[in-house]
């Protein structure tokens, strides 16, 4: 499939053909341009894990998929819809790769080079984090359509939406791994000694230290860093 559809043909656009860690990292642009628009963010990408990552982000509107940049356009009904779905877009156009293979397939959609922030002409160098460089960008206009003023300052981190099903699935495979055959029942005197206890190691660390052992922040390591260095903190 393409990806779910909500047309709004005036909503930023972003392309952007990432593996699957720059994706990840992808997600504060997105959540940024959403905040600043008003609308979810249309995005155009490539690969089956751009689908997993963003299906369920609510910062994602419409989400299309080429299965290559680089083959022929003929060759590709994947290319061809993506092609007719430019055409048809009205809105800024975050163009978020600089190989010449995406500009091109830009190109051919006959987007005017006005409506296009070329993200790359503001690359500032290794110095910076990505994500903080993907907040510098959300900041840019294209000439010919300028956005609204920035609105409510984004985390420079990666948060990642899943479905709520993942949430039972996970729960119901860790019952299985660790023989627990029902709920686990913690008393009160124990969920407020383990309050106490984070509160002592943020002010102690100046780390938020939940995040550390925190299950969904170890899956988002994982997946940028590597899973072994996710669960290397426990």
Not at 10 to 28: S, T, Y
Not at 205 to 215: D, F, I, M, R
Request: aromatic fraction near 10%; include cysteine.
């Amino acid at each position: 499939g393409w990806g779910r559809s909500r047309r709004e043909p005036a909503a930023p656009l972003v392309v952007r053909f990432a593996a699957l860690g720059d994706v990840v990292f992808l997600a504060p642009l997105l959540e940024a341009l959403c905040r600043r628009y008003g609308r979810p963010v249309d995005v155009l990408g490539s690969g089956p894990w751009t689908e997993t990552l963003l299906g369920d982000d609510p910062a994602v509107g419409e989400l299309r998929l080429v299965t290559s940049r680089r083959a022929p356009h003929w060759l590709l009904p994947s290319r061809w819809a993506a092609d007719a779905w430019l055409r048809a877009h009205r809105g800024p156009v975050y163009l978020c790769d600089h190989d010449r293979f995406a500009q091109r397939l830009v190109a051919r959609s006959g987007i005017a080079a006005e409506r296009i922030v070329r993200a790359w002409d503001h690359w500032p160098g290794q110095d910076v984090h990505w994500a903080d460089w993907w907040l510098d960008v959300a900041r840019l206009d294209a000439p010919a359509l300028p956005g609204p003023p920035q609105r409510a300052a984004v985390p420079a981190q990666p948060r990642l939406h899943v479905p709520t099903a993942w949430h039972a699935d996970a729960a119901a495979w860790l019952r299985r791994r660790l023989g627990l055959k029902g709920g686990a029942h913690v008393t009160r005197k124990t969920r407020y000694a383990w309050l106490a206890a984070t509160f002592v190691v943020a002010a102690a660390s100046g780390t938020a230290a939940w995040e550390l052992v925190n299950p969904v922040s170890l899956w988002q390591r994982g997946l940028i860093f590597g899973l072994g260095a996710g669960w290397a903190i426990v």
